[in-house]
Every structure is written in C-alpha cells, then in structure tokens.
C-alpha cells in the first residue's frame, strides 16, 4: 500500500505553503503529492486566494525531485484538450518524468460563474473527447499528425508535440457513476480513484471497474485501484481532537468516514481498504501548516504498510 498527500488548496494555501508540504512529503518518502484543481473556496474566505493546478506543479517540478506529482481531478471544463496535453508533458519534462493526470468532468458551477468559466451542461461527453484528444496526442509517433472530429472539439492536423518525458504519463479517472464511469476507466485509465467512499462502495465500484475492463478486453489487474480518504491522525486521543477541530470535524465523523486516530486505529483501517483490491490512499491533508501530522503518518503509519 502506498501512501499519497492529497491537498486542497482553494481553502486557502499560497505557492510557498504548497511547496512547503511538497518538499516535506517528499523528505518523508511519501509516494506523491497531488492537489485539487479549484478555483473558488468551499467554506471560509479562502485567503490568499486560489493558485491554478498545472502552475504550481510546473514549479514544484523544478523544486522537487523524487516525489510524484498530479492532480485530483484536473477539471475539464477549465482546459481545452490540446493546450492541456502541452501543459502536462511540459510539466511532465520539467519534472524529469515524475507527473499523473488525473482528469475529471469539472462540477462546481459557482467557481465557473466567479470566473468567467463556460459551465456547460453537457460534461461527460466532453471528458470522454478530451481524454481521446490528450492520449491521442502524447501516443501520436513524432513526425506524424493527429487529427480528430468530436461533437465538441475538433483538431487538424496537429503535429503533436511536445511530447511526455515518460513513455506514457499515467491517466487516472475517478468517481462514483456505475456505468459510464467505469467503461471510460477501462478505456483510458492507468490507474481508477474513488474518493471519500466507504469500505463497502468502494468494494462495489471496484468491481464494476474490473468487470468494465473484462469487458473491454483489458486484464482486470491493469488499472491500479485506489481512495482518497481524509486523514486526522494523533499519537494519542487529544492530539486527534486537536486536529479535528483544527480542520472543523468531528472525532467520530472522521473515524466513520475518513482515516482518523491513532496510528493504530489508521493501519488497520487502512489494511481493509487493501482487502478491497486498494493499492493506494490519498490521504487528504486539510491543515496544510500541520507538518508535525505529515511526519507522524509517515514514521507510525506508512512505514507498517510498506
């Protein structure tokens, strides 16, 4: 099981707040380090404002140097497919061959109205094209063209470049649909996240993904399965409670709906979340100045699951 940190900064984190978690996630050998992509805080005034996805892992790239880098999901209806496929494999060069993609749908409307962001009503068929036109482009051979006809977007003859420092940056899609959802995961995912979810909705997803692959002629075994889960972790019950009020949540409602309390109670949580198939958490870190939390998850939780 390998152990993620999952941030949010539209609740409020500049750049440097941002790199501070990355370099120490990378410090205490955490797989990765993966942010939102939101413009508009969903609680509180969101102070300093919010910072765009691809900008700040352009500049991590170059401040780090193991740790992954993505994106929990980037948002369709923020990018168009083409400049979006450029973004990530210059980001993905900067950074030596260490980015993920994570892409989604894009479904909070008031961050498109305060920004002046078409909203539209129809977004998964758009997701479905832009993943076409990304993977498209990246598996184009060099010095050949791409070239594609959708009901949304339409490309001629692009030269498609530049091209990704890895062979294939890997491509996640996540979510809770049990049709369309899983069949897109088995059509273009390296790897399929549900957030937030229970041992029990996991389970059944995951099986719908493996079924929808199956279906499509892919080994089950080729998408890499994971969660994003809360975490509120304390040596002991006070230091729990310290952080879940911290972050405005319930002891009891973490435990219930997140990874939360001690390092034991989170391992063993944790290990039946793997029974699932589960090879991977992102573990959604609220208080992004708690680094203290960082370094316990990593010494008391990870290295038990390793």
């Known amino acids: 099981m390998r152990l993620r940190v999952f ?16 370099k120490a996630a990378e410090e205490l050998d955490f797989d990765a380090f993966y942010r939102s992509d939101h413009y508009l805080t969903m609680g509180g005034d969101g102070l300093p404002g919010p910072t765009d996805a691809w900008i ?26 083409g400049p979006l496929a450029i973004q990530v494999a210059q980001v993905d060069a900067m950074s ?17 109205t305060a920004y002046g962001i078409p909203f539209p009503k129809e977004k998964f068929g758009r997701l479905e094209e832009q993943l076409e036109i990304v993977t498209g482009l ?20 692009s030269p498609a470049l530049p091209k990704p420092a890895q062979p294939r940056v890997p491509v996640l899609v996540g979510g809770y649909g049990k049709v369309r959802t899983p069949a897109l995961a088995a059509r273009f995912a390296d790897e399929f996240n549900i957030p937030f979810a229970s041992i029990e909705d996991t389970e059944q997803q995951f099986a719908r993904v493996r079924a929808a692959a199956e279906k499509a002629g892919r080994p089950a075994e080729d998408i890499v399965l994971s969660n994003a889960l809360v975490a509120c972790v304390g040596k002991d019950d006070a230091e729990t409670a310290r952080r879940a009020a911290a972050i405005g949540r319930d002891v009891e409602e973490l435990k219930e709906n997140g ?18 198939g589960s090879s991977r958490i992102y573990l959604q870190i609220l208080d992004l100045h708690d680094l203290d939390h960082l370094r316990l998850i990593s010494e008391q939780v990870r290295t038990q699951l390793t």
Request: aromatic share 10%; glycine share 12%; no cysteine.
């Open 259 to 276: 990874l939360a309390g001690s390092p034991a109670e989170v391992v063993d949580k944790i290990g039946r979340y793997a029974q699932t």
């Open 56 to 81: 700040t892992l352009a500049g991590l790239a170059r401040e780090t140097s193991r740790i992954r880098l993505g994106t929990l999901m980037t948002a369709a209806t923020f990018r168009l497919p």
């Open 138 to 157: 990246w598996s184009t051979p060099q010095g050949e063209k791409f070239s594609y006809d959708g009901r949304y977007y339409a490309l001629t003859d």
């Open 7 to 22: 941030t949010e900064p539209q609740q409020g984190a500049s750049y440097e707040t941002l790199l501070s978690v990355a």
């Open 96 to 112: 030596g061959g260490r980015v993920e993609l994570g892409l989604g749908t894009g479904w909070f409307e008031q961050e498109h």
